[in-house]
């Protein structure tokens, strides 16, 4: 049988790990960071344009995205933690997935996965624990990964 992944993530730092059963240790095997999730906003944005004038000197406006620099950046760290698990997922490394992630990022991964990655999606919890120590991660996973 193939281990379980479990994927521990927030909106920069993702981590991997893999356990063979239900009793076995948590074991790290990958580490993802997206330092840009962490810059500030201003750092993100300082070369986008500015505001405008309307064209019969009203107040100016700012020429405004839907979506701001830094929840981009963030967009851009679920799917590149998707293509990776895609791919491992590909060459069989495992076949159940665990996710711990931050409550918004876990949105953002939902969105990012394929729909091959979302069926192997077996547990999921929206809570930001990617500080912990395996053995505390391991207590909030279900007793059986199985």
């Known amino acids: 049988m193939k281990p379980a992944w479990i994927l521990v993530a927030d909106s920069s730092h993702a981590r991997i790990f893999s356990a063979e059963n239900s009793a076995a240790d948590l074991i790290e095997i990958e580490t993802l960071m997206h330092s840009q999730a962490r810059m500030h906003e201003q750092k993100l944005d ?3 344009p500015g505001k405008g004038r309307g064209s019969y000197g009203g107040g100016g406006h700012a020429y405004d ?8 950046e963030e967009i851009n760290f679920a799917k590149a933690v998707s293509s990776y698990l895609c791919d491992k ?4 490394l495992f076949d159940r997935l665990f996710i711990i992630a931050a409550p918004a990022f876990l949105g953002d991964l939902r969105h990012a996965f394929s729909n091959q990655v979302a069926k192997h999606v077996t547990f999921t919890l929206d809570k930001n624990v990617t500080d912990l120590a395996p053995k505390r991660i391991r207590g909030y996973l279900p007793l059986s990964l199985a």
């Open 46 to 48: 300082s070369d986008l």
């Open 89 to 92: 997922l590909n060459q069989n």
């Open 65 to 72: 995205d839907e979506i701001s620099p830094k929840e981009q």
